[in-house]
């Protein structure tokens, strides 16, 4: 600047840079960037080194006299510009907003990103919250191998061999050679176990832990085990779980008890639950267990709307007036009841083969197919689907 | 068992409930009643008709015409049966009449003649098995009623599923005497009389017994003069009723009784038997019999046999022989009655694979008191239907008189199993009920004897049964144990059972399906585990099954993934090709020595894209970081820090994996967990899969040791941490846990000072022109964090660069700008 500034130029030019500045701001909201053209205007007149300052700076060489008179127009000035670069900064702001939501929605139809979510086997499924039913009654999980000794197959479970009783479960041998380890697998030694065979059930766990430990014990024992045969109704291997309770006293009530708990807990509290007297060798007396039909709820009647759902697949849907269809369930047959269980009072023999006195223990065995226990729950129709594993299978268990 | 409703109905007082209930009734005392037909179902309108001419037709040479009276009109009826005769009364369908099989009978001209009706055989009535012509229904049938007045018709037949310790309920009489101990009502048994219509000329036959311990009785009663031929319609009803085919009128008797009384029964021709005799001996080695079903059996020297003085002529309580049997020749029969001890039965019927109605009963146990009255019954029943004369005494050769046996029940005791106070004299009216004799009894207890029907019940606790089932079980209360605090289980089975649940959450947060799979596997793909062509590994050597039901479930599976890679096939099939399944199962092995194993395990494969196919994905393959990442996931869902665990390239052991992308997966202390990577392409080959499927197993009980399902809190830092890359180039041969271990290892100036490496997470690993030739770049973004306080710039630079001179001690490595 030429000379020493006046009062008088120094008011005229903070004057003709407000008025600048308000000419810049308002051309600037016309722009496509309004933030950054404001922000650039900002620095011209109130940056460190802008217009304004500068002028505030060179303040020091006026009088004492007229710095004040100065001053004040300075701070008037740059308050008028920092307000109007506010003001037009929100302005801007309230438009860009404006226009990002006046914008064409996104497709919302699209499909989201897929999760794989994976997929638990019904049968694992359903075994794990059956077991998860007795782990609520104080039961432990235990288990044996799937390989094992006609002496804990058969012969500890009061089934000496050629008793009809082997008829009723057909066996996979083991081709011979090889020895079943004579010890049980928590290196206990056992009794000389006997040709080698898959075992036909989860008894010989009973035998194992019982060897094992001494009364009282409270077990259940899910697992894999084998019969010779196979069709629409059988596969040669499937899954029982197991249960033992022995203590003292421990009575038929008490089986029946824990069995209406399961049953109740398990497929619903109306459930209601039966013992049909039968025969196993190694329980007496022995029980057939049914429990109320899971679909008609006990009545043996079909539901209208079950039949309903299958007459659409026939393409003549629902014809008006129609009655509802009053057949047996097809589920239990018309019965009204499910068999899915065996059970008994442990048959002295048994505590006597693996050193229990009868006199002064008693206890309880059940055992439960699983699979048909899955069926029933998912409503699934052809065995033979459970292990053929495929995809399209396992993708209606979620 | 089939139980025919009317033929029971003669052994009970009293009228019988409907079907079903009785149905109901009996299976809830404990037998079950698989269910209910009819016989003879279906023939309304077919009715008693007589043959009042009978002539032969003039156009054809096997037809008669015959005329015949209905009860109400006389007819023409032509007709085809060679036993066809006048007088004879016969089942006649007019036309209209629907027969089994859905034929209708029409009035129709045959050669000229016009036919009003169908003279019927027991064949074309559907009721049994008889191809030698009409059903003659005798003299006494009623001519015009309906035939089920002849003849009992669409009469219910229960079929009784006796569980093998029932015996006693093989019969119609032993079904009724449970009916009457059920319904609390009488049994009504049928008698006869010992009686001799002749004295023999001494000596007609001779019973000798050698094995007394396999045959303790033997009874032989002898008829002559029987003339063999049909048995009466009502005997054949009954027996076709209960599913036995009738044979001719001695056969016949036999099986009748066995039905009535449970007792097996065998009719020899007594002058087909050489020198009249008998003799019950073990079989010689090398003898041979022809049995009754015509085949030829090689007998084994522990079967035993009934024989003549020269050969054996039946195998007993089994099948009889061809060579001496009943035959329309026969009029003097040998009716044999005997008890054979149930395990030889057994043994000799598996080993011939022979199971008889005979068989059936003399291995669950015989009545061994019954013999003589079996034996008599059907002397009387023969003499009724075919004629003939009782020829003497019975032959009762009884080497070990049975001795019944005696049990005592304390009546407490019942209520102490059952849990549901029963009255002593409840308890015993139910037993007497059921046969049993009271020999003592005070106030805690009686001593009973056992009836002989019922050899099994040899101890109180089957007493307690009989009590309990009579009763009814529905009676029993329902409780629970009220003094039991057991738990005891077994830890091992508990333990593995939480962890297969917790590696299960892990596979399903991985998107994998579980599968359930047999525990079988084929032979070929056992091959296909060696690691070359002649060479054995431990899972090339399976368990084989004796009696396997197929090729392809030979042998035990070796390993879980065998069955898994039998999943993708399967799977494949189906345009299904991208697969992640995993299955929690055994596989099974066996040492030098012999001795089985059956380690659980968890296995998975993924195969196939890696995220499912979708817009916004790009379809890139799984691969083997895939796979660990999800062995890693499932460790640590364990609580075992992957970080802690070893992935080292596997030696020869794995021959079923591609030799350069596979690892050991090793725990802290170096032991084995479990394996994983790419299958080799020779086991895709065996299972026709495309390469780059990935697989992994994990031993349930190496992890269960090292499994901590408990963790425990160690605290959050307080202080923010100080974030900083690193980008090192190293030789290609140095393993990035290699450079993760010196980066986490603490350093010494950091130590002092407080601060450590939380956590350094490789973020790029590069290869290429930019880092030049066997080099790669590998980038960490470390968090350094002190638990004191907030770090400064400068602190951390400081031990940032202690790190780096200590990397590029160690491994050369240099930084990447």
Known sequence: MEGRPTPESMLEALDSAKRTALALIEEALAEEDPAGVLESIRLRFLGKKGEVSLI??????????????????????????????????????????????????????????????????????????????????????????????????????????????????????????????ATLHDGTRGPEPGEVLLRTHTSPVQVRSMLRSPPPIRIVCPGKVYRRDSDLTHTPMFHQIEGLWVDRQVTMADLKGTLQLFATSFFGKDTRVRLRPSYFQFTEPSAEVDVSCTLCGGSGASRSEMEGHEDAGQGNGSIA???????????????????????????????????????????????????????????????RMLFENDARFLDQFP | MKVFLPWLREYLTRDLPEPSELAERLTFAGLEVEGIEEFGAGLAGVVVAQVELCEPHPEADRLKICKVFDGVSKRTVVCGAPNVRRGMKVPLAPPGTRLPGNLLVEKRRVRGVESAGMLL????????????????????????????????????????????????????????????????????????????????SAPYAKVVIDEPERCTRYVAQVVEGVRIGMSPPWLCARLAAAGIRPINNVVDVTNYVLLELGHPLHAFDLDLLAESTIVVRLAKEGEVIETLDEVERKLHGSDLVIADAASPVAIAGVMGGASSEVTKETTRVLIESAWFEPTGVRRTARRHGLHSESSHRFERGADPRIPLQAATRAASLIRKIAGGRVVGLPIDVHPRPFEPLRVTLRFARTNEVLGLPIRAAEQVAILRRLGFKVLKRDRHSVELEVPSFRTEMAREIDLIEEVARIHGYDSIPATLPRRSL????????????????????????????????????????????????????????????????????????????????????????????????????RAYLFDELGVISEPERFAALMTGRRRPLSWTTDGTAVDFYDIKGLVEAALERVGIDPASCSFETKGDDLPWLHPTSACHVAGPEGELLGWLGEIHPRVAGTFELPAKVFVAELEMEAISRRARLLPTYEGVPRFPPVLRDLAVVVDDSVPAARVRQLLEAPLKEAARAGVNVAKATLFDVYTGQQVGEGKRSLAYAIQYQSSDRTLTDSETMEIHEALIRRLQHELGAQLRS
């Open chain 1, 56 to 181: 505030l700076k060179s303040m020091g060489s006026l009088s004492a006299e007229a710095r004040p008179a100065v001053g004040q127009a300075a701070n008037a000035t740059r308050d008028a510009i920092e307000s109007a670069l506010a003001r037009a900064k929100d302005t801007a702001e309230g438009a860009a907003l404006d226009r990002e939501l006046r914008a064409p929605p996104i497709d919302v139809s699209l499909p989201g990103r897929p999760v794989e979510l994976g997929r638990r086997h019904p049968v694992s499924r359903t075994g794990e919250e059956v077991v998860r039913v007795f782990e609520r009654m104080g039961f432990k999980v235990a288990s044996g191998p799937e390989i094992e000794g006609d002496f804990y197959n058969f012969e500890a479970l009061n089934i000496p061999a050629e008793h009809p009783a082997r008829d009723m479960q057909d066996t996979f041998y083991l081709a011979s050679g090889h020895p079943v380890a």
């Open chain 1, 321 to 383: 007036g129609k009655p509802p269809q009053t057949g047996p369930c097809k589920t239990c047959s018309g019965t009204g009841w499910l068999e899915i269980l065996g059970a008994g009072m442990v048959d002295p023999a048994v505590f006597e083969a693996v050193g229990y006195d009868p006199d002064t223990w008693s206890g309880f065995a059940f055992g439960m197919g699983i699979d048909r226990v899955a069926m029933l729950r998912y409503r699934i129709d052809d065995l």
């Open chain 2, 121 to 200: 055989s027991a064949s074309e009535l559907g009721l049994w098995d008889d191809h030698s012509g009409l059903l003659d229904l005798g003299p006494k049938a009623p001519v015009g009623s309906a035939l089920h007045e002849a003849l009992d018709l669409s009469e219910p037949v229960l079929e009784i599923a006796a569980t093998p310790n029932r015996p006693d309920a093989l019969s119609h009489v032993g079904v009724a005497r449970e009916i009457a101990a059920i319904t609390n009502s009488s049994l009504r048994a049928p008698t006869a009389r010992i009686r001799r219509d002749i004295e023999p």
């Open chain 2, 486 to 585: 057991a738990t005891a289980g077994e830890e091992k089975g508990q333990a593995h059972f939480d962890i297969a649940s917790r590696l299960r959450d892990a596979a399903a947060a991985a998107g994998c399906r579980e599968v359930v799979n047999y525990s079988f596997m084929s032979e070929d793909e056992i091959a296909s585990l060696a690691p070359r062509d002649g060479e054995v590994s431990r899972e090339a050597r399976a368990l084989m099954l004796s009696n396997p039901l197929s090729k392809d479930q030979a042998a035990m599976r070796t390993t879980v993934m065998v069955s898994l890679l039998a999943n993708l096939r399967h799977n494949r099939r189906f345009q299904r090709g991208d697969l992640k399944l995993y299955e929690i199962g």
